[in-house]
């Protein structure tokens, strides 16, 4: 099994930046993709950015321009590095990852961090 361990969620007000870490445990898995989702009150989960092993990534469009993604695979940890945040922002963000032991593949998810962003 992989855990995942998110980290760097708070309270920020508009305009202001955030950084979340997410760091994927050690196991017979390997990780050939991590990427942000967030889920805001009353909304669907909706992806936020991806990025797979090989640094290629995906953002969504109300991000673009205003937050990265970045990985280090041999640490197993992707970051998500927020500007120019607004309240629109706000939700819990949940870290995932495509994770790969032979044929067998699966998604783990981490428990979810939340960001507050205040205008």
């Known amino acids: 099994q992989v855990h995942l361990v998110e980290s760097g969620g708070g309270s920020v007000q508009a305009g202001g930046s955030l950084r979340l870490s997410c760091v994927a445990s050690?196991?017979?898995?390997?990780?050939?993709?991590m990427g942000w989702y967030r889920q805001a009150p009353g909304k669907y989960r909706e992806l936020v950015a991806a990025?797979?092993?090989?640094?290629?990534?995906n953002y969504a469009d109300a991000v673009k321009g205003r937050f990265a993604i970045s990985g280090d695979n041999a640490k197993r940890t992707v970051y998500l590095q927020m500007n120019s945040l607004n309240p629109e922002d706000t939700a819990v963000y949940y870290c995932?990852?495509?994770?790969?032991?032979?044929?067998?593949?699966?998604?783990?998810w981490g428990q979810g961090i939340q960001v507050t962003v205040s205008s």
């Open positions: 990025i797979d092993s090989g640094g290629r990534t």
């Open positions: 995932y990852a495509g994770a790969t032991s032979g044929t067998y593949h699966y998604t783990p």
């Open positions: 050690e196991s017979q898995f390997s990780i050939n993709a």
